[in-house]
């Protein structure tokens, strides 16, 4: 049996876990778009954080899944950054044309 985390590992999974909801509120609402930075920032750093608490309590099947979502939203990730920075102005994220 693993041993307890501390404090801090519990604030981890927590905030993990509040990142990961916040995102999907915030998505719902549409209050933000579901392949923005933001969004998926959310998405690979709170499963992130969970993937490391799951594997630190030798929740095997956690770690697969949010280690999943989390490589998931970091290609999508690098794919938008790749698309967004080919434009012009040279700035990620940015869709407008300078004239």
């Known amino acids: ?28 609402a549409g209050r933000c778009r579901p392949d923005s930075v933001r969004y998926l920032g959310a998405n690979a750093l709170g499963s992130g954080m969970l993937a490391a ?10 770690v697969g899944l949010e280690g999943f979502w989390c490589v998931a939203s970091m290609w999508a990730l690098g794919r938008r950054g790749r698309r967004a920075g080919a434009g012009p102005g040279g700035a990620a994220g940015t869709t407008e044309t300078v004239k």
Not at 8 to 25: D, K, P
Not at 53 to 62: D, P, T
Request: overall charge negative; cysteine-free; glycine content about 10%.
């Open 1 to 28: 049996m693993p041993a307890e985390p501390g404090l801090g590992w519990q604030i981890v999974s927590v905030a993990g876990f509040l990142l990961l909801v916040i995102a999907y509120l915030v998505n719902q």
């Open 53 to 62: 608490y799951s594997g630190l309590i030798h929740e095997w099947v956690f």
